[in-house]
């Protein structure tokens, strides 16, 4: 019976991962292409080159595309936000796979191709983009005040005209001490990839000064915010009101949930990616840290309100 009962926390937690691992699994007909090339190397996209391609050639590839909903694509004309004094014709569309309200823009001046921004909808880090195209040449790290994220991070490929970005829930990590860019995670996910003229109109990019590999390759730890430590210290206090209310409830039935809550979010401990092994694995390493020094501290009330008790029975 004690084996069942301090097995099933590790249980519990076990199919939390599964779970959660299984909603981002791969659908077959999401666009791959970044990786796979097919059917030509970016920065083309399914034969669209950027400099060359027209509004009817776009319009017609979308609608053959499987995974663009033909229905959704959206044709507008708007000013140019560059200094040149242009006209720009906006082409937005959204997803069939996976189903989503918006996954793609494209931008033409005088009838050829600018640019693509294409949101990404399959498990994807900036490890894996740095495997398929080299070490990139310059990364960005973008601040809350030029984004509605708290962090954005680019890496950016000048000559093959190819940016990635992921983002972080943290606000931007700073230089090193060296005056070197801050080392970026390489399992943060991408959410987003732009074909385009490589641009820095804020002058945030700095040289690649590589990956941060440290001794969890997932985590970056930082310090904790003030909301963080409020839930651990109000968890803290519900933890004692319950092992004191219910003294015969297991330690681990109590302390496994209420440190569940307390590291629901994560992020004010640590920076992590949105890629599902990462993601789960510090949320699973926190709460089992967090059940461990919950457990002990329920045994040690319940010891302490114990002693004196049996003091006066005896």
């Known amino acids: 019976m004690h084996r069942m009962r301090s097995s099933w926390p590790v249980a519990v937690l076990a199919m939390v991962a599964v779970t959660a691992c299984g909603a981002f699994r791969a659908d077959p007909q999401i666009d791959h292409s970044l990786l796979s090339w097919q059917p030509c190397a970016p920065p083309c996209w399914y034969s669209l080159e950027l400099g060359k391609t027209g509004l009817g050639e776009l319009r017609t590839t ?48 005088e009838d050829r191709l600018i640019d693509l921004l294409l949101l990404v909808y399959f498990d994807l880090t900036f490890s894996d983009v740095v495997h398929r195209f080299g070490p990139p040449g310059r990364v960005s790290f973008i ?101 004191l209310w219910k003294p015969s409830w297991p330690s681990a039935a109590v302390s496994v949930p209420l440190a569940g809550i307390a590291t629901f979010l994560p992020t004010y401990v640590f920076q992590f990616s949105d890629v599902c092994t990462p993601t789960i694995m510090a949320y699973a390493l926190n709460t089992f840290i967090c059940s461990l020094v919950y457990i002990a501290i329920s045994q040690a009330v319940r010891r302490a309100w114990r002693r004196p008790h049996q003091l006066m029975g005896s």
Not at 76 to 102: A, G, I, M, Y
Not at 202 to 214: D, L, R
């Open 62 to 109: 979308l609608q053959g595309l499987p995974f663009v909903d033909a229905k959704s694509i959206q044709v507008t004309e708007s000013e140019s936000s560059s200094t040149e004094s242009r006209r720009v014709t906006v082409v937005n569309w959204d997803c069939l796979h996976p189903k989503q309200r918006w996954c793609g823009t494209a931008r033409l001046s």
């Open 143 to 243: 601040p809350a005040m030029f984004t509605i994220i708290p962090c954005q991070i680019q890496l950016h490929w000048p000559d093959e005209m190819l940016s990635v970005s992921g983002h972080l829930l943290n606000d931007c990590p700073t230089a090193e001490p060296s005056g070197t860019a801050p080392r970026p995670n390489p399992n943060i996910r991408v959410d987003s990839v732009y074909y385009g003229a490589y641009r820095d109109p804020h002058g945030f990019s700095q040289p690649w000064p590589g990956f941060n590999e440290g001794p969890f390759i997932f985590l970056d730890l930082v310090p904790g915010g003030l909301f963080m430590w409020l839930v651990f210290l109000a968890s803290l206090l519900v933890l004692v009101a319950i092992v």
